[in-house]
């Protein structure tokens, strides 16, 4: 099993330039989120998705967009990098939410804007 | 506002001692806690977690502690080995969305041998 797979594994961005990260599980799980980490710090929730079709915003959401189309794909789409969006995106999914399974993340995408 | 906090930001400890590794959080509404580790260059991986109608919760040399009067869960690890250096984070959830955690900031483990 692949579990949690995320691309690309770096980028590189100059500012105003727009990307897509891309996640793609394949365990059939309901629940799928993105985090970023920035440096000496924790995982801060972006968006999560319940479902297909069904997404929500998170703590961070600013700057940032989310579709959910099918069970196994998560992009998230950075529409204008800044600067501050120079951090680490970790994908991840569970079958139900936190309180009842394990989440699986992906190893993360490394993004620098410049 | 920061709701869960790891007030350590880095740990050593001697292999075959124990590590406890502490975390605190503010929100009353939490009701789920969980534990993950992180090496370098990897995602983070699930550790253990404790309900909160728990105070203990064991899995092999890992147990978590939970006091919810004082807000506070525990990490203990015993024995201690290098192996198990790594960045560990504490997370919670509420019952009304179990969509989102909190997560804080992280403990580095150093396990000498």
């Known amino acids: 099993n692949a579990g949690v797979t995320q691309t690309p594994k770096f980028r590189i961005l100059k500012i105003g330039q727009s990307m897509t990260l891309q996640c793609t599980q394949d365990?059939?799980?309901?629940?799928m989120y993105w985090y970023r980490q920035d440096p000496g710090m924790g995982l801060k929730l972006i968006y999560y998705s319940v479902g297909a079709g069904i997404t929500d915003k998170g703590e961070v959401p600013n700057g940032y967009n989310v579709s959910r189309s099918t069970t196994e794909d998560f992009p998230l789409r950075l529409e204008l990098a800044a600067p501050s969006q120079t951090s680490v995106y970790f994908c991840?999914?569970?079958?139900?939410?936190?309180?009842?399974?394990?989440?699986?993340f992906g190893q993360g995408t490394r993004l620098t804007v410049v | 506002d920061q709701q869960v906090k790891q007030n350590s930001p880095s740990l050593s400890v001697q292999e075959g001692r124990i590590s406890i590794l502490n975390c605190d959080y503010t929100?009353?509404?939490?009701?789920?806690f969980l534990w993950y580790k992180k090496y370098p260059a990897e995602g983070p991986t699930f550790l253990i977690s404790i309900s909160s109608i728990k105070d203990k919760n064991e899995d092999g040399r890992f147990t978590v502690f939970l006091n919810k009067s004082a807000k506070h869960l525990s990490l203990h690890i015993v024995p201690s080995q290098p192996g198990d250096s790594a960045v560990y984070f504490c997370a919670a959830s509420e019952d009304t969305n179990a969509g989102k955690s909190t997560f804080g900031d992280g403990t580095t483990l150093t396990v000498k041998p």
């Open positions: 929100n009353s509404m939490f009701d789920y």
């Open positions: 991840a999914s569970s079958w139900g939410g936190w309180k009842n399974t394990e989440a699986f």
């Open positions: 365990m059939n799980h309901n629940y």
